[in-house]
């Protein structure tokens, strides 16, 4: 039975689970029942469909699961994790596996309908032609245009084709997309299990790994950047550090001026290289000469729009470090919240216990709690679409400390 000729359903039969080393599922770490659910479908034609929804929080691994799927249905050997079908299909290099991780804002209503016609057509050399979209939840950033031109895809099936969904919720994806895809939800992986991944797979130092996975939150992706780059650390730290600074509205003023100015400064560092190739790589396909003053209007224009999406993806990029630099800063409030109130819960913050200290001595619960309030306040408007520094700057004025 082909992918095409299932009904999706949004119940998940569990398959027995077996060891995963040395497989493509050895990287799935903390979502024993969800590999179980993979290698089902993997395993039994009957529990297959050609539509997935890969749900879970930031960093629990929903591309890296997908992925892992795909590899999986193309391996002989229902992923083996050493053939060449198992690499390249994890390495994003698969003639059949395409990966759409988009690096602006949005999913344009043009490159779902590419996609579209692209999983029409037949497998060339695997088992099934695979299509995976990291960012599903990009699908209907301004409007419910891309994801409506997804949606007659799914609608109508085509044999040996299979469509995997990433999203952090269910509500992300529109209803009508959720309800013909079957969902597969994974869950934040225990810091220690994210610390044993980084020490088995990255070569880690144990006591570094650990510092890293509780400082993410078990974020895997963030806790490996923690892990190997210095610099991330000390952003890390100069964020958490400004939150025991803040007593005036100059010192709120000052403190969102930072955090977007750190965001902004990473954005530029890592992607000035990157652009600066991606530039020289087109003119040298447009055989354009770079030392010229001026360039041909054909030339003109792609360079533009090489530019604007340079553009859109450093503006992602920033808000994305903004947002984690929130992530941070809640982190802190609650663990003063934590300290408070004597809950015992483990710290996040250990490395910071000094600033938790302080913040709950001087703040009542109540105002802990309306802070980690006033920083999810924060985040939603610069989610929707808000001036990033005008909500820092909002958010800064409610975080200040009584002198």
Known sequence: MTAGTHTATNTVTTAPSGPTEG??????????PVVATLRGGVADPSQMTHAWLFTGPPGSGRSNAARAFAAALQCPQGGCGSCRECRTALDGTHADVDIVATEGLSIKVDHVRELV??????????RWRIIIIEDADRLTTYSDAPANALLKALEE??????????????????????????????????????????????????????YAARAAQSHIGLA???????????RRHDVLALA????????????????STIATEESQASSAERDAAERTRLMETLGADPAARTQPPHIRSQLTALEKEQKTRATRFTR????????????????????ATGAGTALVNEDAR???????QVLPPERLLIALEVIGT????????????????????????PR
């Not at 497989?23 to 024993?32: A, F, L, M, P, S």
């Not at 934040?188 to 044993?196: K, Q």
């Not at 994305?320 to 300290?339: E, N, Q």
């Not at 000094?354 to 709950?360: G, M, S, W």
């Open 23 to 32: 497989t493509v599922w050895q990287d799935i770490v903390g979502q024993e």
């Open 320 to 339: 994305d470090m903004i947002d984690r630099s929130l992530v941070d800063l809640f982190s802190l409030y609650r663990d003063a919240l934590v300290m």
């Open 244 to 259: 025991t600074k803040i007593q005036t509205v100059g010192d709120a003023l000052g403190a969102a001026a930072d955090i």
């Open 117 to 126: 016609q692209l999983a029409g057509l037949r497998p060339s050399v695997g």
């Open 157 to 210: 099936p085509t044999p040996r084709t299979i469509w995997m969904l990433c999203a952090p919720s269910v509500e992300d994806v529109i209803i009508t997309i959720r309800s013909r895809s079957r969902q597969v939800r994974l869950r934040t992986p225990s810091p220690e299990a994210v610390a044993a991944l980084l020490v088995r797979r990255d070569g880690v130092e144990p006591a570094m790994a650990a």
């Open 224 to 234: 490996r950047r923690l892990a190997r780059d210095e610099h991330a650390r000390i």
């Open 354 to 360: 000094a600033a938790v200290q302080h913040l709950a």
């Open 378 to 401: 924060a985040r939603e408007r610069i989610g929707a679409n808000a001036q990033p520094l005008l909500a820092l700057e909002a958010m800064a004025l409610e975080l200040r400390l």
